[in-house]
């Protein structure tokens, strides 16, 4: 059994895979780029996601309520933006925005 296997490196880079362990059908062949691009774009989404959280907790640690309060309407629409493409729950995403506004208006 000293078959080779051959890989199949993704040009983007983003995955390799084995043709000899998939459907050698072009549209399963297909579907492995989608998933791929697929992949990039949510993982892009999850870091644009926590990016925002990360910037409004350093605009309450800085204790700025105008700062805070201009930049609550864009948080909230980018984390239901994010919510509605299923990367997180639209509950979780409530959640986050409910805990936030508490905060800022603590300050």
Known sequence: MSEKLKYCI??????SYII???ANTKSAIKRVRRIIRQ??????????FKNTIKKMNLIIKKKDKKEALV????FNSEIMRIAK???IKKKMASRNISRITKKINSL
């Open 85 to 87: 493409t299923g990367i």
């Open 10 to 15: 993704d040009p983007r880079g983003f995955a």
């Open 71 to 74: 930049f609550l309407p864009k």
């Open 39 to 48: 992949t990039t774009v949510n993982k892009l989404r999850k870091n644009k």
């Open 20 to 22: 000899a362990r998939m």
